[in-house]
């Protein structure tokens, strides 16, 4: 007889168990297909790629290493090269060095980030520090609130180069 209880409440648990995998199951939606799934895999690795490009660029620019730099920079330096008028223009490790020591690029440490996927591009959004560790906030002319008259977050976008290469199209943010 105690066999038998044992052996009951063991089906009873199963069926529980069973029950409330299928419940939960059911209402996750999951994708339809192998493509599908393989598709979301594909798509968090180049997102993943996007933020690991953004780190590596503006953590170079904030470590003094412009060359590095510059290998993650997908953009035109015409920025640059107005401000320095008198350095070659595709000397673009100098060109980052002036623009983070002397033009008003702050090349500063990343605090955090988040990414995604809009479009053939990826956004990184970046939260900053200033060397002393707090958040850097950059002020805008508009607006009556703290909240409402800074930035604290900077969107960098990056996009996929045909060789397979992300590169990040946006210059760290300015002030005067």
Known sequence: ??????????????AIAVAATFLITKNVQQPTDINSLVQESLNQADIDKAKEAVIIFLSS??????EEASYYY?????????????????????????GCEINGLNCLEIRSLEAGQKDDA???????SNEDGSEFRINTPDGSSPE?????????TVTKSED????????????Q
């Open 1 to 14: 007889m105690k066999n038998r209880s044992h052996f009951l409440f063991l089906i009873i648990g199963i």
């Open 61 to 66: 620019l904030h470590d003094k290493q412009y």
């Open 74 to 98: 997908g953009s035109d330096y015409t920025q640059l090269q107005d401000w320095n008028p008198t350095i070659n223009k595709t000397d673009y490790a100098q060109l980052w060095k002036n």
């Open 122 to 128: 990826y956004i990184v959004y970046v939260w900053f």
């Open 148 to 156: 409402e008259t800074s930035q604290n977050v900077f969107p960098f």
């Open 164 to 175: 397979g290469s992300f590169k990040v199209q946006t210059m760290p943010p300015y002030t």
